[in-house]
């Protein structure tokens, strides 16, 4: 929090922001929102002046179709536990082959091709020795798209190698963690016409597809607020020795505070409300707890002397957002993972005629439901998606959302149809990161949001509720 009490933001001096500024530091600087705090000449690109962009290297990647193929050729780098659990899925998925592998862990490489030779395929190529091995994978000609599994510090970087190579390109969260990161992303992806896509399976989740359809069809009416949130009790995986390598996600909770994670609240909840497609995100505001949780696991489970006593743990247990949009809708965002919580996205829409809320999902929708009374989300299956009624939850991965997202990932570009989520997405779902750690510092003022399409959030593009191919 600010070394100053929380004030309104028409009341904050240009003396005092600059003076907040200085106290900031080095962590918002790695953010790269050092200059947003000081009222400098916004370089970041958060202000919500036009000016403020950076200028586009090429035309908008908003419904750009993939090149049609018969055949779609993977690149996988990273083999931990997220990049191992997923290629059994791409292979599960039609006409997909994973024509190379990379980790720098060779031992993780090897058991990956064996997984891939078991499965019927040919080999792959494989790519280790350093951090830097990736650099050959993305260079290889017999790759299409690159899969990103890795520490997040280097989503960035690899999927900017990977374009710069002539590759689309997939990460998984947050495909970055700074504002400029997330304007060269956008950037390159449109100089270089080669897609950059957050992959975000939990907007393929079951309920989440079944609620954008309906929300489309207008059952809720006119759209008001949504909440999400990446509610998850990761404290033994955090202090685990093998789990994360070298234990890099808890070293994030040292260097920030703020929402660590956002896409899988936002990301479902903005496709039910358009944005980039009609709305767009405007401005938020982040208040977070104190940072109390993973020091107290560590008292308990760690022994004394070791070296993870010397961490100090400054992401607050649980930081709450409220992000409005430009036709004043509002989301509630929330992120926690240091305390003891039954797994939750919140998952929660309203609007003038109705609300659905997840965990457990329940929905109340005028005139069928009366008298105060939650009805049963089971009723209005009729509303699936069709990735749910037709392919089904496959070999599975949280359920199925992880197999649904790569089928329709690969379908699209088999049939040369524009992805359901572009780079504007991934810039926009991504930004909280950076933005509620501005705000946070800021004693929760409200921060402008940017732009990322460039003004273009109106133009109509396929999204997650595109309709079943012919």
């Not at 899925?89 to 064996?114: G, W």
């Not at 896509?197 to 989440?208: F, M, P, R, S, V």
């Not at 089971?378 to 997202?405: S, V």
Request: aromatic share 8%; with cysteine.
């Amino acid at each position: 929090m600010a070394d100053e009490p929380a004030r309104s933001p028409e009341n904050v001096t240009r003396r005092s922001a600059l003076r907040t500024g200085a106290a900031a530091g080095a962590g918002l600087a790695a953010l790269g929102i050092g200059q947003g705090i000081a009222g400098a000449e916004p370089a970041s690109g958060i202000g919500e002046d036009a000016r403020s962009w950076p200028k586009p290297r090429g035309a908008s990647m908003m419904g750009v179709p993939f090149e049609a193929r018969d055949t779609v050729r993977i690149g996988i780098i990273g083999l931990g536990n997220r990049g191992a659990s997923m290629l059994p899925l791409f292979l599960a998925v039609p006409n997909v082959r994973v024509t190379a592998v990379c980790d720098i862990n060779a031992e993780f490489v090897a058991k990956a091709s064996a997984t891939i030779t078991k499965a019927g395929h040919p080999a792959p190529a494989t790519c280790t020795g350093g951090d830097h091995a990736y650099e050959q994978l993305v260079r290889r000609d017999d790759i299409d798209f690159v899969y990103l599994a890795t520490p997040w510090e280097w989503h960035t970087p690899m999927a900017l190698a990977a374009m710069r190579a002539g590759k689309h390109v997939g990460s998984e969260c947050p495909i970055a963690t700074t504002i400029p990161d997330m304007w060269e992303l956008v950037n390159t992806s449109e100089q270089t016409r080669r897609h950059c896509l957050q992959l975000e399976n939990c907007c393929y989740g079951k309920n989440e597809l079944r609620v954008l359809r309906m929300a489309h069809e207008g059952l809720f009416g006119e759209l008001l607020h949504g909440s999400g949130a990446y509610l998850h009790d990761l404290r033994e995986l955090l202090f685990s020795d093998t789990y994360y390598q070298g234990q890099w996600r808890r070293a994030w909770h040292t260097k920030v505070n703020g929402d660590l994670y956002p896409t899988h609240g936002l990301g479902p909840v903005a496709s039910y409300l358009d944005i980039n497609r009609g709305d767009r995100l405007v401005r938020m505001t982040s208040m977070s707890t104190p940072a109390l949780g993973l020091a107290d696991y560590r008292a308990q489970h760690v022994p004394a002397g070791d070296p993870r006593w010397r961490e100090r743990y400054v992401d607050g247990d649980v930081t709450m957002s409220l992000l409005q949009t430009e036709k004043g809708r509002v989301i509630h965002l929330v992120h926690g993972v240091s305390n003891p919580h039954p797994y939750s996205r919140l998952n929660h829409l309203a609007g003038t005629k109705g609300v659905f809320e997840d965990y457990p999902a329940r929905i109340y929708l005028e005139p069928t439901h009366s008298h105060d009374t939650w009805g049963s989300f089971e009723d209005f299956k009729n509303y699936d998606h069709w990735l749910w009624k037709d392919i089904g939850p496959g070999p599975g991965g949280h359920g199925g959302m992880d197999y649904l997202m790569l089928y329709r990932l690969a379908q699209t570009i088999r049939l040369g149809l524009a992805p359901d989520m572009d780079v504007y997405d991934a810039a926009a779902w991504n930004a909280p990161f950076a933005l509620s750690a501005m705000s946070v510092r800021l004693g929760g003022a409200p921060i402008p949001f940017p732009d990322f399409t460039r003004g273009r959030w109106k133009t109509p593009h396929p999204g997650t509720d595109s309709p079943k191919p012919g």
